[in-house]
């Protein structure tokens, strides 16, 4: 495998398929090395924030987890015609909050929005589907946008 850089000044290889900065051979351009990304519209996704104070109870965790589960795939399964969300990702990524203050324990202040302060848990969706037929990469992002969102 060799894996030297394109001649100095030389502009990176582009294919249909892939942009790269290092090609094993320069004349097979489907065969990156290093990094490949794929050339096409990326799929959206909401990405919402939850603050502890929306989960502290727990009638506010069933009613996040209700509103969650009404969008989700069984969605789909029971009522055919309607798009939903594939699947959800959580992240808790954030700092612990400190319950006297109700901030991040680094919290210090600066640029970040006092909302981001208070934030334990990141969801988002992984992806849009329909069980009757395939949606178009704006059908998909117009659903999230004016539907799930």
């Given amino acids: ?37 794929d050339v096409q519209r990326w799929r959206q996704s909401i990405r919402f ?38 699947g959800y990702s959580t992240e808790l990524f954030f700092p612990a909050i400190d319950e006297t203050t109700g901030k991040g324990v680094y919290a210090t202040g600066g640029a970040i929005s006092e909302g981001f302060r208070e934030v334990g848990i990141q969801i988002y969706n992984t992806g849009v589907n329909s ?8 059908e998909q992002e117009n659903w999230m946008h004016f539907t799930l969102a």
Wanted: net charge neutral; charged share 25%.
């Fill in 49 to 86: 924030l939850v603050n502890f104070s929306t989960i502290d109870k727990k009638e506010r965790r069933k009613a996040l987890v209700d509103a969650l589960m009404k969008y989700w795939q069984p969605m789909c399964d029971e009522y055919t015609n309607l798009p939903c969300v594939s």
């Fill in 1 to 37: 495998m060799n894996n030297k850089p394109a001649e100095e000044g030389a502009p990176p290889t582009i294919t249909n398929k892939y942009w790269c900065l290092i090609f094993p051979d320069p004349k097979n351009t489907s065969n990156c090395d290093l990094h490949p990304t």
């Fill in 131 to 138: 069980n009757n037929r395939s949606m178009t990469f704006e």
